[in-house]
T-cell receptor, first 113, second 115 residues
Framework: GNSVTQMEGPVTLSEEAFLTINCTYTATGYPSLFWYVQYPGEGLQLLLKATKADDKGSNKGFEATYRKETTSFHLEKGSVQVSDSAVYFCALRLTGGGNKLTFGTGTQLKVEL | EAGVTQSPTHLIKTRGQQATLRCSPISGHTSVYWYQQALGLGLQFLLWYDEGEERNRGNFPPRFSGRQFPNYSSELNVNALELEDSALYLC??????????????FGDGTRLSIL
């Protein structure tokens, strides 16, 4: 079946540190890939997406590149801020997969001063 | 533009009761999705509606049901509530429902608590 695996959290970083959150996937076809962010008490916000191999999604200083050869979509940011503290979800969506998003378990990020 | 709106924000019920959750999609979006975010279980797909029809259903019992209205808003109904139904229920919408490239945009959810 289709699945997404994310690194365990929480990830605790100092402000201005470099962030990587690993995400790998298993899929029977060629999925579209997404990163969502959830702030405390809120729903999910789309952070970025990539729809085919070698695409790079980017938004608000965050980036992720769709790597078909390693089935990965790692999230990176060069310099995190306290306001980036949230839970980050990696997700995939397949044509013919009933259009649902399949999510990873989420990675909590805590950024400290 | 207004985002996805869900009501109520919080809902408290007792075992055996029925709950109705509501969702209004982003204007112009024809697809609505429901997800359950339960503690320890992550985000699980519940239902997908497009143009008033149920298009896909996740691995949930039949007491979870819903519908989509002509204005594309949607209701999720949960009958015979059980303690394990306590969760955050998230609604999302998208345009071009059958395209996996179109992102789903989420509301802030309804927190359902079963006493």
């Amino acid at each position: 079946g289709n699945s997404v695996t994310q690194m365990e959290g929480p990830v605790t970083l100092s402000e201005e540190a470099f962030l990587t959150i690993n995400c790998t996937y298993t899929a029977t076809g060629y999925p579209s890939l997404f990163w969502y962010v959830q702030y405390p008490g809120e729903g999910l916000q789309l952070l970025l997406k990539a729809t085919k191999a070698d695409d790079k999604g980017s938004n608000k200083g965050f980036e992720a590149t769709y790597r078909k050869e390693t089935t990965s979509f790692h999230l990176e940011k060069g310099s995190v801020q306290v306001s980036d503290s949230a839970v980050y979800f990696c997700a995939l969506r397949l044509t013919g997969g009933g259009n649902k998003l399949t999510f990873g378990t989420g990675t909590q990020l805590k950024v400290e001063l | 533009e207004a985002g996805v709106t869900q009501s109520p924000t919080h809902l408290i019920k007792t075992r055996g009761q029925q709950a109705t959750l509501r969702c209004s999609p982003i204007s112009g979006h024809t697809s609505v999705y429901w997800y359950q975010q339960a503690l320890g279980l992550g985000l699980q797909f519940l239902l997908w509606y497009d143009e008033g029809e149920e298009r896909n259903r996740g691995n949930f019992p039949p007491r979870f049901s819903g519908r989509q209205f002509p204005n594309y808003s949607s209701e999720l109904n949960v009958n015979a509530l059980e303690l394990e139904d306590s969760a955050l229920y998230l609604c999302a919408s998208s345009s071009q429902g059958f395209s996996p490239n179109q992102p789903q945009h989420f509301g802030d959810g309804t927190r359902l608590s079963i006493l």
